[in-house]
């Protein structure tokens, strides 16, 4: 027996669509050799295998010997790959280019070789309409290869032409490749680390950033090299938690589509993206009319798209758009409306399950779990906390974690179950130890529960007040204010006091204006 994970034919197939299925099958009836024969036994068994299984493909299909089976599947996967592209030919401008390419060096082969210049320059053209800066530079350096080593009576100054164009396209490339390793290694901290903790983590963060950022002249920038800039900025300023820089970087981002309109179609995930990091600046800037807007805006934007996205765009933009009506709720403190979005959100990550990655599916947990915490149901936001702390990710988003299992031991206290919550303080603050994240808040909570887990409502009260003071005072610490942003701690503390729903407490500062922290 395999493992369904590892089987990359049987995770292929479960991710087709019913037209792809039907593309497929179509392809290969028309022909209906004996091998033919055997691949659609073989794909037709695989597609009704809930789990994938070496023994019970055998059985299904009695034609393929055991000694058979790895070599069929290699060609089935092929050939599904094939049917695949030459379908995705039309919806994906990309394919069509590179298909180009490949037309051009068939007639190179033949010795057709002003024929093939033809096809190149159309390809050229279609690259720079796409800022496919790589697709350019191929297609030049093709060019050049055929005019050194062929006569093609072509202009004059074509060599030239051609080494400016070369040298212009490779320094274009050294950038992006520049900037968008920037812009990946930013995310690769911002994903081990979340916001920075401390003056070190900050030295550290503005040190490599510096070092890394090769100088750039915005003016005669690409599309892509701009994007990448951009892209870097957002995570630099996002895991400082300069909000306000942040909002700068993302707006520019969304603007810069407005200057090359075809790549919304052309790179329809870089737009939802830009959306999406744009949504998150008018949330932790709490600019509540603007994230209503743009949240519309993606979500008019998906919809109309919707019939042409591909597989991994249309999980994208169920993360993107899921996460800022989830997050609509939280700004303005309407948590059990927010819990009607529970089902859809879980039937989205089961449909997208070979698609979806953890990083996204813990997000949504702890998000699902406050939702349940803000609108008192603690019993729901224990079962979402328990899946984040049974999730096997390693260190992956430590900080989101660490927050869980506070919410959990929090979740808990609410139940009164002051035993199992005395059990599991121990082991919350060696995790966070083990993860070096035991924020000043963190300690303060974990003092309290400890503490006051069984105190007579008077002492409780007071002790409510005096662990309030001591966050606000706490929150004046810059590299503390992290510690807010994954837990509406105070609006808790103040709903206990007052006597009142966390959500209500939340809803009094969105309809006064008043910030959280």
């Not at 996002?238 to 700068?248: E, N, T």
């Not at 939280?330 to 927010?338: A, I, M, P, R």
């Not at 990710?393 to 927050?403: P, T, V, W």
Request: glycine letters at 2%; one cysteine or more.
């Amino acid at each position: 027996m395999s493992n369904t994970q590892n089987d990359a034919l049987f995770i292929l197939i479960k991710t087709l669509t019913k037209a792809e299925k039907r593309n497929f099958q179509l392809a290969f009836n028309r022909d209906n050799t004996k091998e033919d024969v055997l691949f659609i036994q073989l794909f037709n068994a695989l597609d009704k295998m809930k789990e994938y299984d070496d023994e019970q493909i055998l059985r299904r299909v009695p034609d393929i010997k055991k000694q058979q089976l790895s070599n069929i599947k290699a060609h089935l996967y092929k050939h599904l790959l094939t049917t695949l592209r030459l379908l995705y030919k039309t919806k994906d401008a990309l394919i069509e280019l590179r298909e180009q390419l490949d037309y051009a060096r068939v007639l190179y082969n033949k010795g057709l070789y002003n024929q093939s210049l033809k096809i190149l320059a159309k390809a050229k053209v279609s690259a720079r309409e796409q800022e496919e800066v790589m697709l350019h530079f191929e297609i030049v350096e093709f060019e050049k290869l055929i005019e050194t080593r062929h006569i093609t009576r072509s202009l004059d100054n074509r060599a030239e032409e051609l080494s400016d164009e070369s040298r212009l396209i490779n320094e274009q490339l050294n950038n992006v490749s520049r900037l968008s390793t920037l812009a990946l290694r930013m995310y690769g901290l911002y994903l081990k680390l979340g916001h920075a903790r401390d003056e070190k983590d900050t030295l550290m963060l503005r040190s490599f950033f510096d070092t890394n950022l090769p100088p750039v002249q915005h003016q005669q920038m690409s599309f892509y090299e701009r994007i990448y800039l951009y892209q870097a900025y957002c995570w630099y300023y996002y895991i400082l938690q300069d909000f306000v820089m942040y909002y700068r970087y993302t707006q520019k981002w969304v603007d810069l589509f407005s200057e090359y309109p075809a790549l919304k179609d052309a790179d329809v995930d870089l737009y939802i993206k830009a959306m999406h990091n744009l949504l998150t600046a008018h949330f932790h800037t709490m600019n509540h009319d603007k994230f209503t807007e743009v949240l519309q805006e993606m979500e008019n934007f998906i919809t109309e798209k919707e019939e042409s996205l591909n597989e991994n765009t249309r999980t994208n933009a169920f993360v993107y758009l899921y996460t800022g009506k989830v997050n609509r709720h939280f700004l303005d403190g309407t948590f059990s409306e927010g819990l009607k979005l529970v089902a859809e959100v879980e039937e989205k990550i089961s449909e997208h399950q070979l698609t979806v990655d953890q990083h996204r599916v813990l997000v949504f947990y702890y998000k699902i779990a406050c939702l349940y915490f803000g609108s008192g149901d603690n019993d729901n936001a224990i079962v979402y906390l328990n899946k984040i702390i049974q999730l096997k990710i390693g260190n992956l988003r430590a900080d989101i974690q660490c927050f869980a299992r506070i919410l959990h031991l929090i979740a808990h206290y609410e139940l009164e179950n002051y035993s199992l919550v005395e059990y599991l303080i121990k082991s919350v603050y060696h995790f966070i130890a083990k993860n070096k994240d035991l924020s000043q808040v963190m300690e303060e909570i974990l003092k309290f529960l400890r503490k006051n887990m069984y105190a007579n409502p008077r002492a409780l009260r007071t002790a409510f007040r005096d662990l309030k003071g001591k966050l606000e005072i706490i929150a004046k610490n810059p590299y503390e204010r992290r510690s807010y942003l994954y837990l509406d701690i105070v609006s808790w503390l103040e709903s206990k006091i007052e006597g009142i729903p966390v959500q209500e407490v939340i809803q009094q500062k969105f309809r006064n204006k008043v910030p959280r922290i």
